[in-house]
């Protein structure tokens, strides 16, 4: 299965559905409506899947603020504040009850290829 790596806390806000959505600077076709493991550093939290996104610009960014969790330093930080960036809405399929142990492969920044349980 293929994953997705979300740093804290946005992983675990996601698993427990305070965060809705996902801002991406780039569309990922190949990524949409397939079940993706949720890998944080805590380890996989469940498996989920992204939706058709959304082009939003920086004022939709902070009106949909409540729903990504994204802060403006974060943007600045991640992808220094595009104009546009694509907001993925998230879809639960499976959570975990406690999180399974997986590490990524070091330098992983989102999507990963394989997911292996314990892997």
Do not use: C
């Amino acid at each position: 299965m293929r994953g997705i790596y979300i740093i804290s806390p946005h992983a675990q806000w996601i698993i427990e559905q305070k965060k809705k959505a996902l801002l991406k600077k780039r569309y990922y076709p190949k990524m949409i409506n397939i079940p993706l493991a949720l890998v944080g550093p805590e380890g996989i939290l469940g498996i989920i899947s992204l939706q058709e996104p959304k082009l939003i610009s920086r004022k939709e960014f902070e009106k949909l603020r409540a729903i990504h969790k994204v802060t403006q330093e974060e943007a600045m930080k991640w992808w220094g504040f595009p104009n546009k960036l694509y907001f993925y809405p998230i879809k639960i399929i499976e959570r975990y009850p406690e999180p399974v142990p997986f590490r990524p492969l070091r330098g992983t920044q989102t999507f990963i290829r394989t997911v292996v349980k314990g892997g």
